[in-house]
């Protein structure tokens, strides 16, 4: 009698098969970063090309931006499982569903977390960010956005079963997004101000360590709900 | 104890109980708070710094404390059910959400049209304003996500680990306002704080806190019943009333 | 007793507090007592016509 | 109680919006049943299949593997499930030997090989194109080959032969026997009459109670 596969074992297949699947619908995971550039270049077609003013705002611009450009993602990490009915096989699973999940977020975040990167320093100089505030700008990125996909992951494992779940993911996610939101954007703000950033970076760590705890405990109990 | 829990749990037991309660309560309720005007209105003397306008601390505080009071009960009602899977905790949860969303919307109506002759304006972007803001929207998320959902008992379910995510979050949330508070606005601004407070003053807060105790409790058992009709339409007990 | 109700020139402020507190109290209490009203005459009349 | 019983039910009751689909239902399979359930439309065959394999909580009674409620071991009873429901389950931008790769790894591997199991459901020649360029029939072939990619002794399937033709289906009855015969247990739903050894077949008509 050969046993199971370990659980790391498990995962490891999990991330890959999900890698998989994202590489072969690439276009579907290009909408976050067009959608973080897009709202950009939209303030400053409101608010005027003053430089001045725009250097000012431009921490807050960015991650108001990368905010809502990680929860427009977030509906595609359990969608197309819970369509094709392969939610319910990883719900069989002899290993435990929240270390299944986190395996599904991990691939999620790869796909559409990380990517911002690539767009945030081209964006801060878009809108005159000073040049030391970029290395905190992708750092802050770096730990923000996973916290954002863990804690949109519950939200979105909370809303697959309904018809219309898109509104009420945003009302459900945003709210829990707030503290992220204060810290990262005021991160990027002392650092274009020359301050010491190190007091807001531990506390996004804080978060990061929390949510990665936390969140796919809950998600994989909002998943079975769903499923039944 | 655990079996006052569980027959008391029942909810044929539990729509008599709170039938014979209603009046009661009401009654407990209305002496409350019109001793609790009667302290804050006309006794309490009016503050050297702000005047009366202060006196509107009676309503604003006791629904800012009913606002975060209510979110805990319904985080409690939230373990229940994931943990014991009790129908009466999900309806105490489902009625308990519209409560809430009062009280915080009362505390942020009645705190902006107190914010306004000390500052001005009446929207301040102040700490505790703009958590109670952010509870609002989780309560609204929470009945949002309740009425999106057919199948109340999964509904239920949903509902409850929404309000566990919620309020492991409230804390978080309230300290990075706070933390978001201080660094913006720096100290130098009168911290939206009640006056130095004399007895005069705590009692009739006292009674007002209470007495909106009292009556979540009252339009808790009142919401109960009804939701408890239109959960239990035609199971037996219904049949007899 | 008038300048009661002036409330030291906030009567602006203090009475539609108070006022707008005492109307969501009030509906918050109104609404679910008349729901539950509706329903049992609903399941009433319902019972009735069962029994005929 | 048979203490030999591999999957019990007591008294299981399920309620779909106010209506009770079924109530205390206790059935009892040993090792080689099969148990067909049959009933029309929206009478709680799907759900009844869902609470058995624990993806849907009962609203009364309980489901118990060897004696024990399924919600106090659950790693080791869906070490022993397998379950097919509406859904085919498989992702169709991955090929059928990475679905069945997948579906290996989340139980306990069988010792027969990918390309083996591909051949017995006559899938070979699709073993590496997309499962999106499939028809129908075949998905739910890949599906039901799921059965075979890991050692499990319950199988739960939920209409298995939809959209499969005259000769699959013998094919897969074929298969159902030989899983009985090692000691298997199926509960399955289907309209069509499956060619199945008598002894071995408890029929279960739902619908009726209400």
């Known amino acids: 009698m050969n046993n199971r596969l370990s659980l790391s074992q498990a995962f490891v297949f999990l991330l890959r098969r999900d890698l998989l699947v994202a590489l072969r619908n690439r276009a579907e995971y290009a909408m976050p970063i067009l959608f973080f550039v897009l709202v950009i270049t939209?303030?400053?077609?409101?608010?005027?090309?003053?430089?001045?003013?725009?250097?000012?705002?431009?921490?807050?611009?960015?991650?108001?931006?990368?905010?809502?450009?990680?929860?427009?993602?977030?509906?595609?990490?359990?969608?197309?499982?819970?369509?094709?009915?392969?939610?319910?096989?990883?719900?069989?699973?002899?290993?435990?569903?929240?270390?299944?999940?986190?395996?599904?977020?991990?691939?999620?975040?790869?796909?559409?977390?990380?990517?911002?990167?690539?767009?945030?320093?081209?964006?801060?100089?878009?809108?005159?960010?000073?040049?030391?505030?970029?290395?905190?700008?992708?750092?802050?990125?770096?730990?923000?956005?996973?916290?954002?996909?863990?804690?949109?992951?519950?939200?979105?494992?909370?809303?697959?079963?309904?018809?219309?779940?898109?509104?009420?993911?945003?009302?459900?996610?945003?709210?829990?997004?707030?503290?992220?939101?204060?810290?990262?954007?005021?991160?990027?703000?002392?650092?274009?101000?020359?301050?010491?950033?190190?007091?807001?970076?531990?506390?996004?760590?804080?978060?990061?360590?929390?949510?990665?705890?936390?969140?796919?405990?809950?998600?994989?109990?909002?998943?079975?709900?769903?499923?039944? | 104890m655990f079996l006052w829990f569980h027959k008391f749990g029942s909810p044929p037991h539990f729509y008599r109980i709170a039938g014979k309660w209603i009046p009661w309560l009401s009654g407990l309720f209305l002496v409350l708070v019109t001793a609790g005007l009667f302290g804050g209105l006309i006794a309490a003397p009016p503050d050297y710094q702000q005047g009366d306008s202060y006196r509107i601390m009676f309503v604003h505080v006791p629904s800012a404390w009913m606002s975060m009071l209510v979110y805990v009960a319904m985080a409690v009602c939230g373990i229940i059910i994931m943990v014991w899977r009790m129908k009466l905790a999900e309806i105490v949860l489902i009625s308990s959400a519209p409560i809430g969303a009062s009280f915080t919307f009362l505390a942020l109506v009645t705190g902006s049209l107190w914010g306004k002759p000390m500052w001005g304006t009446y929207w301040v972007w102040d700490a505790r304003l703009t958590s109670e803001l952010i509870l609002l929207f989780l309560y609204l998320g929470i009945i949002g996500l309740h009425n999106a959902i057919e199948d109340k008992r999964v509904a239920a379910r949903a509902v409850a680990i929404l309000a566990i995510v919620g309020a492991v979050n409230v804390p978080i949330i309230h300290f990075s306002v706070e933390w978001w508070n201080t660094l913006h606005q720096g100290p130098t601004v009168t911290k939206f704080d009640k006056p130095s407070i004399y007895w005069s003053m705590l009692l009739p807060l006292l009674l007002m806190a209470l007495s909106f105790q009292v009556y979540y409790v009252l339009a808790l058992f009142q919401q109960c019943r009804a939701e408890l009709l239109r959960r239990e339409r035609n199971s037996k007990w219904v049949e007899e009333l | 007793m008038i300048e009661f109700f002036n409330m030291g020139g906030y009567a602006m402020f203090v009475w539609p507090s108070y006022a707008i507190s005492a109307l969501v109290l009030w509906l918050n209490w109104y609404l679910p007592r008349n729901q539950h009203r509706k329903l049992l005459r609903q399941l009433q009349s319902r019972h009735g016509s069962q029994q005929q | 109680m048979s203490t030999s019983a591999l999957l019990e039910t007591r008294n299981l009751s399920c309620i779909r919006n106010d209506r009770h689909l079924f109530e205390n239902l206790t059935i009892s399979l040993e090792p080689g049943r099969i148990l067909v359930v049959e009933g029309p439309n929206g009478c709680g065959k799907t759900s009844l299949l869902r609470i058995l394999t624990g993806l849907r909580l009962a609203d009364g009674g309980e489901v118990l593997w060897r004696g024990e409620p399924i919600g106090q071991q659950a790693a080791d009873y869906y070490e022993q499930v397998n379950y097919v429901g509406h859904h085919d389950g498989v992702k169709n931008e991955l090929s059928c030997i990475e679905n069945l790769r997948l579906a290996r790894a989340m139980g306990i591997p069988s010792n027969v090989g990918l390309d083996e199991i591909l051949e017995q459901v006559n899938l070979y020649a699709y073993g590496d194109s997309d499962v999106a360029s499939l028809s129908a029939g075949q998905k739910r072939r890949l599906a039901l080959s799921r059965l075979l990619a890991t050692e499990s002794l319950l199988w739960i399937l939920d209409e298995p032969f939809t959209s499969l033709d005259k000769d699959s289906m013998k094919l897969f009855g074929g298969l159902f026997e030989q899983h009985l015969q090692r000691g298997g247990i199926i509960v399955m739903t289907s309209h069509h009459d499956i060619s199945l050894p008598q002894q071995a077949l408890t029929r279960l008509k739902l619908g009726q109670q209400v």
């Open chain 1, 42 to 228: 939209l303030f400053p077609l409101a608010i005027g090309p003053v430089p001045e003013l725009l250097s000012r705002i431009a921490p807050g611009i960015v991650w108001v931006a990368a905010l809502l450009a990680a929860m427009l993602s977030l509906d595609s990490i359990f969608r197309s499982d819970f369509d094709d009915g392969s939610l319910e096989q990883i719900l069989l699973s002899p290993h435990p569903v929240a270390v299944l999940v986190l395996a599904k977020v991990c691939a999620h975040w790869l796909v559409t977390g990380l990517p911002l990167l690539i767009a945030a320093p081209l964006l801060g100089q878009m809108l005159g960010m000073p040049q030391q505030a970029l290395p905190t700008l992708l750092l802050t990125i770096l730990i923000a956005t996973p916290v954002l996909s863990l804690i949109g992951a519950i939200g979105v494992a909370l809303t697959v079963g309904l018809r219309k779940g898109g509104i009420i993911l945003s009302l459900l996610v945003l709210p829990l997004y707030v503290p992220v939101l204060i810290f990262a954007a005021s991160a990027v703000d002392n650092a274009a101000a020359g301050f010491d950033v190190s007091a807001q970076l531990t506390m996004l760590l804080a978060f990061l360590f929390l949510s990665l705890s936390l969140s796919p405990w809950a998600t994989a109990a909002a998943l079975r709900m769903s499923a039944s």
